[in-house]
């Protein structure tokens, strides 16, 4: 009797620690995907942003009609459907020609309203950076919570799959190792 005692008692720490151990990964995972919605949406900001800055470049240099019509397409090409590396990078690209145009249009630089959307569209970009760096650190943290000991007995039989990390798109990693450049 004492053996039948001493083996449910067994089986019931057992299904506690799988139960601790599935929880604690549904909370890590969870993590990932909150940080996933938050990369999503600084880009429906950023898309949000780009309207109202080719607007302003407009008044001042409507005769730029290509580069402000790249950047409407990639705009629209980019906030369509799910995020995609390839439509974000040729807003990017699109993006640097516009704010380019500041330089070659000292009325334009000067702009107050254009100077702000500039602004606004640099913080938005922090925010992004930001976004994709907690995301890295949740996938970091899930990542390791689903491969340590006695987690991984357990993680791929409860649907856990690994969390994938952010990576830098084609136009993201010629920039990082370059210095920037600064004008006054």
């Known amino acids: 009797m004492n053996m039948v005692w001493v083996l449910g008692a067994i089986v019931v720490v057992l299904l506690l620690a799988v139960i601790a151990i599935y ?32 607007e302003t470049v407009k008044g001042y ?3 730029e009609q290509a580069t402000l ?21 040729r807003l990017a690209a699109a993006l640097g020609n516009l704010i380019a ?43 390791g919570a689903r491969e340590s000991f006695p987690a991984v007995l357990f993680a791929d039989a409860l649907g856990f799959a690994p969390a994938d990390f952010h990576r830098l798109d084609e136009s993201e990693q010629g920039r990082v190792d370059q210095v920037p450049r600064v004008g006054f």
């Open 23 to 54: 929880n604690r990964l549904v909370g890590l995972r969870q993590q990932v995907r909150q940080g996933t919605a938050d990369i999503d949406a600084q880009l429906r900001q950023r898309h949000d942003l780009v309207p109202n800055l080719v």
């Open 61 to 63: 240099a409507g005769h």
């Open 69 to 89: 019509d790249a950047v409407i397409r990639g705009r629209n090409a980019a906030a369509t459907g799910t995020p995609d590396p390839d439509g974000e990078r």
């Open 101 to 143: 145009l500041g330089e070659a249009y000292p009325d334009l630089k000067a702009s107050a309203n254009f100077q702000a959307l500039q602004h606004e569209l640099a913080d938005v970009e922090d925010k992004l950076a930001a976004a994709r760096r907690a995301l890295n650190a949740a996938a970091a943290r899930y990542n």
